[in-house]
C-alpha cells in the first residue's frame, strides 16, 4: 500500500474504456501509420490526396504538409477548432521547425480519416528525440494495450492534449522531416551537400552557389525523398515562431462572420429541411403516445415521426419545425430511478459513502497507515462536501445535418470526435464507416459536450426516414434539460494533525470518478499517511467529460479542505501548503509566484480577503489567489491573480486566453452552475436561470507564466478552472469565516 | 519512481467516455403531411377562426418559443402566461423576472398589454422580452382576448 500512483482502470462495468486505453492504442494502431503514410508512391498518401490536395499545383509533402506552387505552406491539423486556438498554435509549431514564413501558412482541419488519428506515432515514428516522450510512455508502453485496435476513432479533441502531444509529438516532427527532405531535394538538384543549404522564410538557401529556391519549387521532388524518422528539432534558442504570441488565423474570419460553424452548414446541391427534436424529460424513458394532431396543419410541416426515444417534426424552416413540435403532446413512459429530486441523489451518494464507512470502497491511491494515523492524530477534522450537476451549455445550439442516400451518408456537425460520430453513425443506421463522410467545420464552443455524438446518430436516424436531408438543430431548452452532464457527487473527507499542526493523515472517500485517474489524489503534499477511496453510486444524469472534468469538483473538495487544515492548524492558508511542497520545487515557485503578485503577505484592504488553490491538471501547474469584497454580505470578486507553469508556453497569448476563460468557466459555475430535479426532470432550461458570470462579475484577472524549463509541456484549454472555485470559496471563509461546501456560491448569500 | 508515475499519468489525459454504439429503437410512427416540393395546402378555413379567441389561440403559437399558458405548469423561458391579465406586472411567484417589471406595481390589463405586446421594450424598459412584439393589430387584439379568457376565473 506504499503506491501513490492510481490503480489501474479496467474497463468499467459502463462498457467504458480507460483513459490510458486510448492512447496506447493510439501508439500502437498508428505506430506504422505515419511511416507507411508518408510520401513513398502508393502508400495510403494516394487515397489522401484527393481529400485534402484537391488542387492542381499543391502538393503532399507529408501527410500533415502540403505545399503549393505559390509557395504557401498548410498545416493539416487534426484536432478541432472549438475557440481555444489549436489550430493556429500547432500551425506555429510546423512552420517553426520547417521554416516558413508565417504569412504564407495556412491551417486546414484534417478530414475525419483513420490515417489522422491523434496519437503519438511519433513516438516510435522518431524515437528517441527528446521531447520527453520516453519518459511518460514508458510505463504505459508494453502490453496493457495490445488488444485495443485502430477501432478505437481517436480522431480526437479534449484533454488539454493538442499542443502537448499532436504539437509535440507529430506536428513539429512532420515540419522537421519535411524541411530535410525539402533539403535533400535542393542538394540533390544543385548539387551540393545538404548541410550547406539554410532555410528560412519558405525558401532553401545555398550561399557559396548563389543558388536559392521557394520551397514550392522542390515540392515535389522532395516526396521522392527518403524521410529521417528522427529530424533533429530546433532547441529553444532556434525557436523563430514557438514562445511568440503570433496573432491566430482563425479570428478574423471570426471578427467578420465569414467563419462557418457547424450550424452554419449549407451543402452544395443540397435542398435541406429542418427538423426540430423534443427528447425524454427524464433519463431512460421513452414515448409511449404522441398526439400530432394540432401540428399536422401547421404551415411547413413535411413529416412528424415518433422515433421511440425522441419526437422529431421536419419542416420547411427551423421555425416552423419548432413551432410545431410545440404542440404535439407527447406522453412519456415512467423512469425506473429512484431519483426525483436532488435530495434523493444526494441520498444515493450518501449511502454508498455509509456503505464504504471509513476504510470501505475501491483503494484509488494510498500511501503510509491513513486510518492508523488518523486515530493517533492530537487534531482531526471532517467535512462533507457536495457538488451539483453541471450542463456545458455552448452557445452554437447541438446541431447536425444529415443526407441519407445510396447507401452513403454525409454528416456536417461540430464535434471533437470526428471518427467517433462517423462509428455511432455506422451502427445506427447500418451503413459502413467508409461510405460515411464527417464534415466537421468550427465549433461555437463544447466544453466537452461534444465528446458525445447522440445528437449526430439522431439526425442521421432522421435523414434516413425523410430520404432527404435535413438540419436538425436542438431548442436551448433541450441541450439544458436533455443533454449529458458533469456529474454531481459528494465526498467525505478526514485529516488528522500533530501536535504542531503538521497534516499527517488525509482521507477522501466520493462516489464519482471518471477522468483523469489523478484527479483526485492530492500527490503533490507531503502528507504521511494519505487514502483515497471511491465508492461508486449511480447517476441519475448521464455523464459527460466537463471542462477539467473530475479536477472540476475534485479541485474544489481537496483544496477547500486543505485551507480547512490551516485553519484548524491556526496557519496562514498559503503558507501552510508551502511547507507541504517540500518534495515539488515547480508547485512551490508557482505559490511563491502567486503570493509575490497578489500582495498575499500584506494586509488586505478593509472588507476585503483573499484566498488561494493550487490544482496540477493536464501537466500544468495553476496557482489561484481570488480577493472577495463582503462589505454588501454577497462576495464581490474584486481581483484573480493566476500563475500557471505548463513547462513552457508556445503561445503566450493564446495560453493566457486559455487560461482566463478556465477562470471565468469555473468562476460562473462556482457561483451559479447548478441543475435542479423536479420529478426526475431537469428545471433550468435556459440561460435566464442557468446564469452566466456577467462582465460586471467578472473580477480584474491577471495571469503570469512560469517556464520552468525541461519538462513536458503541459495543457492550456482546462488547468485554469479547477482552482476557481476552492480559492473563491477559501476567499469568502478568509472574510467572512463561513466554510462553504457545497457549491453553487450566490444562492448562499441571498 | 512510484510518485513519478502519477505525475506523468496526467500527461496521457484524453477525455474520452463510451464510444456509444448503443441500440437505437425502430422508427415508431411517421406521419408524413405532404412531399417536398409538393405545394402546402390551401389553409383550411377553421370554422373555430372566427371567433377571436380562437384566433387568438393560433396567433398565440408564435409566441410559445418561451411562454407557456397552463395552470401550475413550469414557466419556460418567459412566465407561465395562465392568468397574466389581472396579475400584478412582474409578479408571478418564482419566476425571476427584468429588474424592469420586477419593480413595478401595476397590474396587467388588456389595454397596457396592447402597449406592452406592440413594443415591448418601449414600454418597459429593460424588459427581458426582447423579441415577440406582435405589430399586427388584429393578432394583438386576438392573442391579449385568448390569454384573457385563460385564467382561474374561466375554468380553464
Known amino acids: ?750 | 519512481m512510484r510518485n513519478r508515475a502519477i505525475l506523468t499519468a496526467a500527461l496521457l489525459t484524453v477525455l474520452v467516455t463510451a464510444c456509444g454504439s448503443s441500440e437505437q429503437p425502430e422508427v415508431v410512427e411517421q406521419i408524413v403531411v405532404r412531399d417536398r416540393g409538393e405545394a402546402a395546402p390551401a389553409v383550411e378555413a377553421d370554422a373555430g377562426a372566427t371567433d377571436l379567441i380562437a384566433m387568438g389561440e393560433d396567433a398565440f403559437q408564435m409566441c410559445t418559443g418561451c411562454h407557456v399558458v397552463e395552470s401550475g405548469a413550469r414557466s419556460t423561458a418567459g412566465p407561465n402566461l395562465f392568468g397574466v391579465v389581472g396579475r400584478t406586472i412582474g409578479g408571478l411567484e418564482g419566476y425571476s423576472y427584468s429588474d424592469a417589471l420586477a419593480g413595478s406595481e401595476l397590474t396587467w390589463d388588456e389595454a397596457n398589454l396592447d402597449q406592452f405586446l406592440t413594443d415591448p421594450a418601449g414600454y418597459l424598459p429593460g424588459t427581458d422580452m426582447l423579441a415577440g412584439a406582435v405589430r399586427d393589430d388584429e393578432e394583438r387584439a386576438a392573442i391579449i382576448a385568448y390569454l384573457a379568457n385563460q385564467s382561474s376565473s374561466t375554468g380553464e
Open chain 1, 1 to 750: 500500500m506504499n503506491d501513490m500512483s492510481p490503480e489501474e482502470k479496467k474497463t468499467s462495468k459502463l462498457g467504458k474504456w480507460s483513459r490510458r486505453g486510448f492512447i496506447g492504442a493510439g501508439v500502437l494502431a498508428g505506430g506504422g501509420l505515419l511511416i507507411g503514410i508518408g510520401v513513398r508512391p502508393g502508400n495510403p498518401i494516394g487515397a489522401l490526396g484527393p481529400k485534402v490536395a484537391a488542387g492542381a499545383g499543391e502538393q503532399l509533402v507529408n501527410s500533415w504538409v502540403k505545399i503549393d506552387t505559390d509557395n504557401i505552406v498548410t498545416a493539416i491539423v487534426p484536432h478541432c477548432e472549438m475557440g481555444q486556438g489549436a489550430h493556429s498554435v500547432l500551425a506555429q509549431m510546423l512552420a517553426d521547425e520547417l521554416d516558413a514564413a508565417w504569412d504564407n501558412v495556412r491551417v486546414m482541419q484534417a478530414p475525419a480519416d483513420g490515417s489522422y488519428v491523434v496519437s503519438d506515432t511519433a513516438r516510435m515514428f522518431a524515437a528517441p528525440f527528446t521531447l520527453n516522450a520516453a519518459d511518460w510512455l514508458e510505463p504505459t508502453w508494453d502490453g496493457l494495450f495490445t488488444k485495443l485496435g485502430q477501432s478505437m476513432d481517436l480522431l480526437i479533441t479534449g484533454g488539454s492534449s493538442s499542443i502537448r502531444t499532436t504539437g509535440q509529438h507529430q506536428m513539429r516532427i512532420a515540419g522537421a522531416a519535411a524541411r530535410q527532405m525539402l533539403v535533400g531535394a535542393a542538394a540533390d538538384a544543385w548539387g551540393v551537400p545538404a548541410a550547406e543549404i539554410a532555410t528560412r522564410d519558405s525558401m532553401l538557401v545555398h550561399e557559396a552557389s548563389g543558388n536559392s529556391a521557394p520551397y514550392s519549387e522542390f515540392a515535389s521532388a522532395a516526396a521522392e525523398q527518403s524521410m529521417d524518422h528522427t529530424p533533429t528539432l530546433k532547441t529553444r534558442d532556434q525557436y523563430r515562431l514557438m514562445g511568440r504570441s503570433k496573432a491566430r488565423t482563425d479570428i478574423p474570419a471570426k471578427i467578420n462572420g465569414t467563419a462557418e460553424f457547424g450550424i452554419d452548414a449549407v451543402p452544395d446541391g443540397l435542398e435541406l429541411s429542418y427538423a426540430a427534436v423534443v427528447r425524454p424529460p427524464v433519463p431512460g424513458t421513452s414515448v409511449i403516445s404522441m398526439d400530432a394532431s394540432r401540428a399536422e396543419g401547421m404551415s411547413g410541416v413535411l413529416q412528424i415521426l415518433n422515433m421511440g426515444n425522441f419526437v422529431a417534426v421536419v419542416a420547411d424552416s427551423y421555425w416552423q419545425a419548432q413551432q410545431a413540435i410545440n404542440t404535439v403532446g407527447i406522453e412519456w413512459s415512467q423512469s425506473e430511478s429512484p431519483v426525483k429530486t436532488m435530495d434523493d441523489q444526494f441520498a444515493v451518494f450518501s449511502s454508498a459513502l455509509d456503505a464504504a464507512g471509513d476504510t470501505g470502497g475501491d483503494q484509488a491511491a494510498a500511501r503510509g497507515d491513513a486510518p492508523g494515523a488518523l486515530a493517533n492524530a492530537a487534531t482531526s477534522i471532517d467535512a462533507e462536501y457536495r457538488a451539483p450537476y453541471l450542463a456545458h451549455a455552448p452557445m452554437e445550439p447541438l446541431n447536425c445535418t444529415a443526407h441519407v442516400a445510396d447507401g452513403k451518408c454525409d454528416i456536417w456537425t461540430s464535434t471533437q470526435v470526428p471518427l467517433m460520430a462517423r462509428s455511432e453513425v455506422a451502427s445506427t443506421v447500418g451503413i459502413g464507416a467508409d461510405d460515411i463522410t464527417i464534415h466537421h467545420p468550427y465549433l461555437g464552443g463544447a466544453f466537452g459536450r461534444r465528446l458525445g455524438s447522440e445528437y449526430v446518430a439522431m439526425a442521421a436516424r432522421v435523414a434516413q426516414a425523410t430520404g432527404y436531408p435535413i438540419k436538425m438543430i436542438w431548442s436551448r431548452e433541450e441541450d439544458t434539460q436533455k443533454a449529458l452532464y458533469r456529474c454531481a457527487d459528494m465526498s467525505r473527507m478526514r485529516a488528522g494533525l500533530d501536535e504542531s499542526g503538521a497534516l499527517i493523515a488525509y482521507d477522501s472517500v466520493f462516489t464519482q470518478r471518471h477522468d483523469p485517474a489523478e484527479a483526485c489524489v492530492p500527490a503533490m503534499y507531503d502528507i504521511a499517511n494519505t487514502s483515497v477511496r471511491v465508492a461508486e453510486a449511480e447517476l441519475h444524469l448521464p455523464f459527460q467529460a466537463w471542462r477539467s472534468v473530475d479536477h472540476s469538483q475534485q479541485g474544489f473538495f481537496i483544496e477547500s479542505f486543505i485551507d480547512e487544515a490551516a485553519a484548524a492548524a491556526g496557519a496562514d492558508p498559503l503558507e501552510y501548503r508551502l511547507s507541504m511542497l517540500t518534495n515539488a520545487p515547480r508547485h512551490t515557485a508557482v505559490l511563491e509566484k502567486v503570493a509575490e503578485i497578489s500582495n498575499w503577505r500584506e494586509p488586505s484592504a478593509e472588507g476585503t480577503a483573499k484566498g488561494v488553490a493550487i490544482v496540477e491538471s493536464f501537466g500544468t501547474i495553476v496557482a489561484e489567489v481570488i480577493e472577495v469584497d463582503m462589505t454588501s454580505g454577497k462576495p464581490k470578486m474584486t481581483n484573480c491573480w493566476a500563475v500557471c507553469d505548463a513547462g513552457y508556453v508556445m503561445n503566450p497569448d493564446g495560453f493566457r486566453n486559455q487560461i482566463e476563460g478556465g477562470i471565468v468557466f469555473g468562476l460562473t459555475a462556482a457561483m451559479y452552475g447548478e441543475l435542479e430535479l423536479e420529478d426526475g426532470a431537469i428545471v433550468q432550461s435556459n440561460f435566464h436561470d442557468y446564469r452566466m458570470l456577467r462582465m460586471n462579475e467578472v473580477p480584474n484577472i491577471e495571469v503570469a507564466l512560469i517556464n520552468s524549463g525541461d519538462v513536458p509541456v503541459g495543457g492550456a484549454g482546462e488547468p485554469g478552472l479547477p482552482p476557481a472555485a476552492p480559492a473563491l470559496a477559501n476567499a469568502i471563509f478568509a472574510a467572512s469565516g463561513t466554510r462553504l461546501r457545497e457549491l453553487p456560491i450566490a444562492k448562499q448569500f441571498v
